[in-house]
């Protein structure tokens, strides 16, 4: 308990950054359920969102703004997909890997064009920025709210699949391209939706994410983005429960990491590069041991 | 028709040489500050991990994405084993360590064991991740990219690697003599060879039955495996080469950039090599090749205006300032993915038989005309 106690505030920041990851990993599962694509320009997307608070809440109160990066965040998932996946509906895999590889390569350089190559000061959202103090340890409230909010995000994402039209759709979308649009489901809107709900997502984790951190530079989607994945990859690709659960769990680790010098009284520093290089030697475990991960359905593979 | 094919060969070797007797004589003749020689350069050591990545994308089938990874292993391995011992143990590079390489080596041993020890680090991350299947494996090399990055950096290893320090004073390419002497030999010549030499070498590999089985298990892993073929063995072996071959081009970088940092090294890099291999064309070696020279050229000089306010006669600095460059180009990398998808040779190689059939048919199409 005295351990517990005195490392509260890891523990804390773990929680409160998976929950983060659990928002972004919900837009790769979706799309790698439905597409069977590594959205790599996921990550950028998140950090545009941060981006576009940045800029928007600088002339604009936060009223506004809010609603509206949510907004222009969905309708940039909408235009990537129709733009740059679309096309490559019947292309083999590997080139639509590509065109997802170009366009995280175009997001970066453009975020690197209009920011100038420096690191933007993200707006203090009222209320989400104040600092509470939760048994000794301080931190900030968006600390607190994150992992409740993202329960409730997953609940209400989770009866949309199970009991909309739209949601059955993707399920039939999930389980067999061809037959459900031999069935008569429109398929380019149902991967829309899918893309639009993924970046709803994103920006909402931005939102969290970026109060914690403070600064948005070209590149800070890019790591989020790919530890993202590898939670969806942990809890099984193509399941919501799966990616929430890897989500936290990552994020806890990934603290207790951080926190190792004073937490386990190892010396050295530089511990905060290697809970980059922990997530993905945890990957690579998975990946060997149990590929479909925790909730994953093992696939069949035909010859 | 085996005359006829000799005669190519001939040709295509009278072609090679040229090109470098044109490299010897621009070397001679421009100043060594030159443009020219920043491109030549960078473009040649952009060709050889091109190429390396085409054996691996383009030639088996492996979507592999942990080629910065390689380089980095390759440029520190010869920068630690070049940086001459009095150096090391003074305190110009290593100022917060103590080193504990207290050797230095030629430039010859040290690009071997530059690609030597990247494909070793291949070789032991392959066999748990060469298992997997596509993006799955993608995802993993980019991992081991990151975790490689991570370790390097880390200070309980600054004995060997600095940290995160920059490490230099090592044997960058103004400092390569002629063997056994003192006369400088000729930089741009000198990546010129290594990086020909290196490709010459994957050329004959894919044409060699080793090739051929690579081929085959890009077209189809299941057929392959019927007809005999060990998967996963030829699957390491040419993860292992490719790897080699992007070590050595990442020794070449450090010479070419004459200090080396981890941070270098970043996931963008192998996006890089990847969209460059992509204009090349897929399967193509001479695409590789043609497009780092292009992708070179433009963006450190042809297209350098739009960095710096004035592009084409047009003077905008609000429009053309530092990064729309980059932003021109990931526009001109989507349309060539998007619309373009085989690149500039698609999966074919440049030969003098396919010139003269092209030449033909557009004599013939003028005929036509006439």
Redesign the interface.
């Known amino acids: 308990m005295e351990f517990f106690h005195q490392n509260l505030s890891y523990f804390l920041s773990g929680i409160s950054v998976g929950g983060q990851y659990a928002l972004i990993a919900i837009g790769y599962t979706m799309v790698y359920g439905i597409l069977?694509?590594?959205n790599f320009a996921h990550g950028d997307v998140f950090m545009c969102a941060g981006l576009m608070m940045v800029y928007l809440s600088s002339t604009l109160p936060f009223t506004i703004t809010i609603p509206l990066v949510l907004l222009l965040t969905v309708l940039l998932g909408f235009v990537i997909e129709r733009?740059?996946y679309m096309?490559?509906r019947s292309?083999p895999?590997?080139?639509v890997?590509?065109?997802a590889?170009?366009?995280?390569?175009?997001l970066?350089?453009?975020a690197?064009?209009f920011t100038?190559?420096l690191a933007k000061v993200y707006p203090e959202i009222p209320f989400l920025s104040n600092s509470i103090v939760i048994w000794d340890a301080t931190t900030r409230v968006v600390t607190i709210v994150t992992p409740f909010l993202t329960v409730v995000l997953v609940i209400l994402l989770t009866l949309l699949i199970k009991h909309t039209k739209i949601g059955m759709a993707m399920r039939a979308v999930s389980r067999d391209f061809e037959t459900s649009q031999l069935m008569g489901i429109k398929i380019n809107r149902v991967i829309s939706t899918t893309f639009m709900i993924g970046s709803l997502l994103a920006s909402v984790a931005s939102l969290l994410y970026f109060t914690n951190y403070a600064s948005v530079t070209p590149?800070s989607g890019?790591m989020p983005g790919?530890k993202a994945?590898?939670a969806a990859?942990f809890g099984g690709i193509g399941s919501i429960p799966g990616a929430v659960i890897g989500a936290f769990i990552i994020g806890i680790c990934e603290n207790i990491i951080k926190g190792g010098a004073s937490i386990f009284g190892i010396p050295?520093?530089?511990w905060t590069?290697?809970s980059?290089?922990f997530?993905?030697?945890f990957?690579?475990v998975i990946?060997?041991v149990k590929?479909t991960g925790l909730f994953g359905e093992k696939a069949v593979d035909k010859? | 028709m085996e005359k006829e094919k000799r005669n190519n060969l001939i040709m295509t070797f009278i072609a090679i040489a040229l090109v470098y007797l044109v490299v010897f004589i621009l070397e001679l003749t421009l100043r060594p500050t030159s443009i020219v020689f920043t491109v030549l350069r960078k473009g040649a050591i952009y060709s050889l991990v091109a190429v390396s990545m085409n054996l691996l994308?383009g030639f088996t089938g492996l979507?592999s994405l942990g080629q910065a990874g390689f380089m980095l292993l390759g440029a520190y391995t010869y920068a630690i084993l070049t940086i001459p011992t009095e150096v090391k143990q003074s305190d110009r590079v290593y100022r917060y360590y103590d080193a504990v390489i207290n050797f230095d080596t030629g430039v010859f041993v040290a690009l071997i064991a530059a690609g030597l020890v990247a494909a070793f680090f291949a070789f032991l991350i392959g066999l748990?991740?060469l298992?997997?299947k596509?993006?799955?494996l993608?995802?993993?090399t980019?991992?081991?990219a990151?975790?490689i990055?991570?370790?390097f950096?880390?200070?309980?290893l600054g004995p060997l690697t600095n940290?995160?320090n920059l490490l230099r004073e090592f044997k960058d390419l103004s400092r390569i003599t002629l063997p056994f002497s003192d006369i400088p030999f000729p930089p741009t010549l000198f990546v010129f060879i290594v990086a020909g030499v290196c490709i010459l070498l994957v050329v004959l590999l894919i044409n060699s039955s080793y090739g051929r089985a690579f081929k085959a298990i890009r077209d189809d892993e299941?057929a392959a495996e019927a007809m005999g073929i060990n998967l996963f063995k030829h699957k390491e072996m040419s993860f292992v080469i490719s790897s080699f071959f992007a070590g050595i081009s990442g020794a070449l970088l450090a010479m070419f950039q004459y200090t080396v940092q981890a941070q270098q090294f970043?996931?963008?890099l192998t996006?890089?090599i990847?969209?460059i291999v992509?204009i090349g064309g897929?399967g193509s070696i001479s695409g590789s090749c043609i497009a780092s020279f292009l992708y070179i050229a433009l963006s450190e000089w042809w297209l350098r205006g739009l960095d710096m306010g004035t592009f084409l006669g047009i003077n905008a600095p609000e429009l053309f300032?530092?990064?729309?460059r980059?932003?021109v180009?990931?526009?001109i990398?989507?349309i060539i993915?998007?619309f373009f998808?085989k690149g500039i040779m698609g999966d074919k190689e440049i030969s003098f038989e396919r010139m003269k059939h092209l030449f033909r048919k557009k004599r013939k199409a003028k005929g036509a005309d006439a």
Do not use: K
């Open positions: 069977r694509l590594i733009v740059a096309p490559l292309a895999r590997m080139s890997m590509i065109s590889i170009g366009v995280s390569y175009l970066q350089n453009a690197l064009y100038g190559g590149t890019a790919l994945f590898v990859v050295g520093s530089g590069t290697f980059d290089a997530t993905f030697a990957l690579i990946l060997v590929p010859v | 994308n979507f748990p991740v298992r997997l596509s993006d799955y993608a995802i993993a980019l991992g081991f990151e975790i990055r991570a370790i950096q880390w200070d309980v940290g995160a299941v970043r996931t963008m996006y890089e990847l969209l992509v897929i300032r530092s990064g729309f980059r932003l180009f990931s526009v990398i989507m993915v998007l998808s």
